[in-house]
């Protein structure tokens, strides 16, 4: 069990001598001052009943009554309460890190039927119990096929999620990766781009569908282009898309990956989420983390056990990859229970209707003067439109109406001030298309006679 043990001065005044620093704050003076809290000094205690009055007024300060069509890679999808109430029982919630031996069999099987769900989801072989998120699995993946082909070089196109790529440019800063972002063609992957410079040191080619900016695309081509040079080909992969769209395993990927927060998880400002991780039988020695399988004991009764476990006290050290310890374990459960609640049936019914009411925002916004689409490629529940004015100020404007209308992309993309990407899923009614319309179409028509 971990614990906690805090250091006298003493120990303290001996540590800073060995690291050559007179004192905790030049320890420090490597971050940057405006990233620093100007002070570590607490208030004076309060009694118990005045602290929670300053909580609930702080947390009085955020928004959630908005209309919400933000997306790019985390969504509002419903949760069914079953999934609240079952997760919610002690025997799950306060469930240490499931990565040892001798887990129990609840969890154990938990973890099995997750492993199942993401096999058949994404078309794979082989499914790990889970990773952090989403941005995680993708850096893994990556350093999986390195260890695969034994070569250093990464071809990543530019329209796969801009947050999982800064991800994986940080990781991998002290890695032999090397990383080269391949600009997108008006919303999809650069096919020309990628197979100029696929070669014999290449180890990947990463690529998401949909995209970042909602298009749908099919990389069968691409997957037998890498083949053709030894490389593997990365997918990212938005869960519930699946319920329509054709899988990474059927488009010849080599490892899929994504964000399951889609999957049973609530935005919660930002997570805990999950990362989700497939891949072929012939690499499941490569792939990180745990992996669960089932077989019987000696009166044929079927029993689930650690197969495969990747951290450094089970294997030779050397051999050791992430081993992923901490408990993602309950947000697979919430996975687990919300897959299995929906079924395949309920799950491409809610793919369904996110698609076909994003095709009916698209309508209405279409019929907006000065609204344009950058991008003509299918797309899934998302999609980016071009206004007359900035986006960032649309936004505000939009926001102070009670409507988040999407992401502006100029943060992303630079030269894409005036884009929106706007995300519809089946949470958002006939109502809110109107209003999200009606809306957009007051601050335009302000903007216009503005000017």
């Known amino acids: 069990m971990s614990c906690f043990v805090g250091s006298t001065v003493e120990e303290q005044r001996q540590m800073l001598e060995t690291l050559g620093v007179s004192s905790v704050e030049e320890l420090f003076d490597c971050i940057p001052a405006h990233l620093r809290t100007v002070s570590f000094d607490l208030p004076q205690s309060r009694p118990e009943n005045e602290v929670l009055r300053h909580i609930a007024r702080l947390s009085s300060r955020n928004r959630t009554d908005l209309i919400n069509f933000c997306g790019g890679g985390y969504y509002e999808h ?105 600009p997108h063609e008006k919303g999809r992957v650069s096919r020309r781009r990628m197979e100029e410079l696929l070669d014999e040191h290449t180890a990947a080619v990463v690529v998401q569908n949909p995209d970042f900016f909602g298009c749908v695309d099919d990389f069968t081509d691409l997957a037998r282009a890498a083949h053709q040079r030894g490389a593997l080909l990365v997918v990212s992969f938005y869960p519930v898309s699946l319920g329509l769209l054709k899988s990474p395993g059927e488009m010849g990927a080599d490892i899929a990956v994504g964000e399951g927060q889609s999957l049973g998880l609530p935005l919660s400002f930002g997570g805990p989420y999950l990362g989700l991780m497939a891949t072929r039988r012939k690499y499941i020695r490569q792939m990180p983390g745990r992996i669960v399988g089932a077989t019987q004991d000696a009166q044929g009764r079927t029993g689930y056990v650690l197969t495969l476990q990747a951290r450094e006290q089970h294997i030779r050290r050397e051999k050791a990859t992430s081993n992923i310890c901490t408990n993602e374990g309950l947000c697979a459960l919430r996975a687990i229970i919300f897959l299995a609640l929906l079924g395949p049936g309920g799950l491409r019914n809610m793919a369904l209707t996110c698609a076909r009411r994003a095709a009916e925002a698209r309508d209405r916004l279409s019929r907006i003067p000065g609204v344009s689409f950058p991008f003509e490629h299918p797309v899934f529940n998302e999609f980016v439109i071009e206004l007359p004015a900035d986006a960032r100020d649309v936004c505000q404007r939009m926001f102070e109406q009670g409507i988040l209308p999407g992401i502006p992309l100029a943060d992303f993309y630079p030269g894409m001030e005036r884009c929106l990407l706007v995300a519809v899923t089946e949470q958002r009614t006939e109502e809110d298309l109107q209003r999200l319309a009606e809306s957009l179409q007051t601050v335009l028509s302000k903007d216009g006679n503005n000017t």
């Open 78 to 182: 419903h949760i069914p309460a079953a999934v609240d109430a079952l997760t919610s029982r002690g025997e799950f919630f306060t469930a240490y890190t499931p990565y040892q031996a001798e887990a129990s069999q609840g969890t154990l099987q938990a973890m099995f039927e997750f492993q199942t769900a993401v096999v058949r989801l994404t078309g794979m072989e082989v499914a790990n119990a889970s990773l952090y998120d989403g941005g995680s699995a993708l850096f893994e993946a990556v350093m999986m096929s390195m260890r695969i082909t034994r070569r250093d070089r990464i071809l990543v196109d530019t329209a796969v999620n801009p947050i999982h790529r800064k991800m994986l440019q940080t990781y991998a800063a002290n890695t032999p990766a090397r990383i080269v972002e391949i």
